[in-house]
């Protein structure tokens, strides 16, 4: 892979289970996994977008624990993985630093348990990855991605399918899988 | 896939971050995250394996909580996951409880992200969970399973390679990533 692959995490906006737009709290479980996974499968960053002031404090307090704080001093190899991770206030300035950073256009890749229309299947966008053109991969907390975020994206990738009908993965399991189908797939 | 598939996460006996035998506290999300994971890819059971009376009474007060409990109403899908968690005192019960219930041997699967010596690709195991004899994916929390749990195994399979050399995967992460290469790969 050579790709500057990125991901995203949404918690605002986001859907409810009755669909409507809301905010979610940041979970500290989803900063560690999912900065680990990141990590293990090469990304350049991971970034945490709310734009509510506290859940900014709350992240960049958990961070500078790890990375500047005593977390990092007995735990090396987490304070690798959280030195990766990013706050913004919404997906917009996501891609606006994934930009300025790369010097060219961001690839937005959706994640949804739900979609009917996927337009990339993981081996696919797995190939595409082995190309220069930074990426980002996008998900949802809560209930999932609002549509005016699905919508801004280029792609929507394949849900994670299991033997049945069940789509209730974490966002932290769902992460993992992707990225260990688009890396190692 | 019609092999009988069964999970097991080791609180005791784990190693620490030294190589000594150590207990590990019950996490919460350990058990909603490859409980969920579990339900997606069609495991029998997941058995949270402690010794410790206090951490099987935490892990039967948030289990009965999310299959008989307010939790459950709420989310049902989160039930559906939860029912199919156990809890055991040892890999011994374990496998013993499986035994029982399939009325033959169950063929053992240690994970490790140290191993030097695999003896199962994720893809050769896939394979054979298309057979008929029962296996168990045992997963070892804090720093890992302790020697003599991987011993008792009839396989140890293969670790999650990433980009590099980091493996410091959650145990959720692993555990669903192994899933879905063993179901889907």
């Not at 289970?17 to 990304?43: C, E, P, W, Y």
């Not at 991971?46 to 961070?63: E, G, S």
């Not at 990738?157 to 069940?166: A, F, H």
Request: hydrophobic fraction near 35%; charge should be neutral; charged fraction near 20%.
């Amino acid at each position: 892979m050579s790709s500057p692959l990125y991901l995203a995490l949404i918690h605002y906006p986001v859907v409810n289970k009755n669909g409507q737009i809301t905010g979610s709290a940041l979970t500290n479980m989803d900063l560690h996994d999912i900065a680990r996974a990141g990590r293990t499968f090469g990304v350049k960053a991971y970034y945490v977008v709310t734009p509510y002031k506290d859940q900014k404090t709350l992240a960049f307090q958990i961070m500078d624990h790890w990375t500047h704080g005593h977390g990092g001093t007995v735990n090396p190899a987490r304070k690798s993985a959280f030195e990766r991770v990013r706050v913004a206030d919404t997906f917009e300035a996501v891609c606006n630093d994934i930009e300025n950073e790369q010097g060219q256009a961001v690839v937005k890749v959706a994640t949804s348990a739900n979609t009917q229309d996927p337009t990339r299947s993981c081996r696919r966008l797995g190939q595409e990855l082995k190309g220069n053109a930074p990426h980002v991969i996008v998900f949802g907390t809560a209930w999932g991605l609002v549509p005016e975020v699905i919508n801004q994206c280029d792609h929507i990738l394949e849900p994670i399918q299991g033997t049945g009908s069940y789509n209730h993965l974490s966002v932290r399991s769902a992460a993992s899988i992707y990225l260990d189908r688009l890396i190692n797939g």
